[in-house]
């Protein structure tokens, strides 16, 4: 009888331990039941993350978009959007970047105030920048880099990504100004010095950070020596070599012509020296020759040559600041997208230029009441529209031996029996 009594009780306990167990299971079962359906958007969104570092960038994109249909109002959804171009951006091709370019400007759109919007705008200026071509190819991207990489600059100086930026936008600088000296001396070769004077000037007055714009004010001032009513400007590109770019191989030819023409010469400028001894000192990295084989059949351009300090560029192109407009008993003012009206709080004042009734003679510079505040620097640098305008639109053909008729014929002959073999 106790027997019984006492396997009875066991197997009371056991069922009671039993349902016990079962309840605490149901009740856990319950619980994330009702965490999981309480935060579906969380859930997409983690699983959208973990198939993009799958690399399954198509389905993370669905779930993303899921996300913003379903939950427009979640707080995910502006990490939904940044994620989603990500995604593009992480593909890496053509159609990849374009449309990643086109997410992170709706992201912008939509949420312009938030701390990601600096990332995306770093993001929109890089996609350009891994499009961009060699200097003698289509510089679209090349442009459209350099305006997104201003952008930048002007919208969020003190971003994460500042420095980073700056340094691309030199070398995107660089490349352009590359393709545009290319042709200059194609055409300065060919003795169409007026087509290479005005792409010449171009490279010095907007990229004064470019790796041969010493020797674009050299062949500048060339130009100019090869015509006497134009001799004047040399001297001062002469100049602006000395005082700019100490350190260039034209430096010292440059102050011995300016000393044989009985011009003053200019001391080097400091910033310009120490920038010139910065770029120098800096460690050069000489590719090996399977990298140069490698680079022959890439894209990409070659910004190796690039600086690394000094101000780049950051008007749009037509809009450079510097020229000083005055006259008439006038405060000075600043022609140009970089610069602004000194000791002024407000907006700029609507600019109004009145007609000069006297010209001023060839290759003078423009001068006037510029104040105490003028640079005296800008004294030196040359009219250079003028310049460009009075050199000749070809070479000067007018002293060479024109070639007689019985060796134009011959030569044609010649040209033909390399076409015809009989």
């Known amino acids: 009888m106790t027997i019984c009594k006492s396997r009875s009780l066991g197997a009371a306990l056991l069922l009671a331990a039993t349902l016990i167990c079962v309840a605490c299971e149901k009740k856990e079962i319950t619980a994330k039941g009702a965490d999981t359906t309480a935060e579906p958007d969380k859930v997409l969104y983690d699983r959208a993350m973990s198939d993009i570092q799958s690399g399954k960038e198509t389905v993370a994109r669905f779930s993303l978009q899921t996300l ?3 939950y427009p109002d979640s707080e995910y959804v502006a990490k939904a959007k940044l994620a989603i171009a990500d995604s593009y951006y992480k593909d890496g091709t053509t159609e990849g970047l374009e449309q990643a370019i086109n997410e992170y400007k709706d992201f912008i759109t939509f949420f312009p105030y938030l701390d990601e919007a600096a990332y995306a705008q770093y993001r929109v200026a890089m996609a350009h920048f891994r499009q961009m071509d060699k200097p003698d190819r289509d510089a679209t991207q090349v442009q459209l880099a350099e305006q997104e990489f201003q952008n930048y600059l002007l919208k ?8 980073e930026v700056e340094q691309h936008l030199r070398e995107v600088q660089e490349v352009i100004a590359e393709a545009d000296y290319r042709v200059a001396r ?4 060919k003795g169409s010095y007026h087509a290479s004077a005005a792409r010449m000037t171009e490279i010095v007055d907007r990229y004064p950070l470019y790796s041969h714009a010493d020797e674009a004010l050299w062949i500048l001032a060339q130009s100019a020596e090869k015509y006497e009513p134009l001799k004047h400007f040399a001297a001062d590109y002469y100049k602006r070599i000395v005082r700019d770019y100490p350190l260039s191989p034209h430096a010292q030819e440059a102050k011995g012509l300016l000393e044989k023409e009985g011009v003053p010469v200019p001391q080097p400028n400091p910033e310009a020296l ?4 910065s770029e120098k000192a800096r460690p050069k990295q000489k590719p090996s020759v399977s990298k140069r084989a490698v680079g022959m059949f890439k ?7 690039a600086a690394h300090s000094g101000e780049p560029q950051m008007s749009p192109p037509g809009q450079e600041g510097g020229e000083v407009l005055s006259g008439g008993g006038t405060s000075q003012i600043v022609v140009g997208g970089g610069g602004a009206q000194t000791g002024s709080s407000g907006p700029p004042p609507v600019r109004t230029v009145t007609p000069v009734e006297t010209a001023a003679p060839a290759g003078a510079v423009a001068t006037g009441d510029t104040g105490a505040g003028g640079d005296a620097a800008n004294a030196d640098a040359p009219k250079q529209p003028t310049l460009v305008d009075q050199l000749p639109n070809h070479a000067d053909t007018s002293k060479k031996k024109k070639a007689s008729p019985d060796e134009s014929t011959s030569k ?3 040209g033909i029996w390399k076409i015809i073999p009989f």
């Open 68 to 70: 913003l249909n379903t």
């Open 156 to 163: 969020y100086p003190q971003g994460p990504q500042a420095a």
């Open 186 to 189: 194609y055409y300065y070769t």
């Open 274 to 277: 120490a920038r010139e001894q």
């Open 299 to 305: 894209n990409g351009p070659d910004v190796t040559a």
């Open 412 to 414: 044609k002959k010649k």
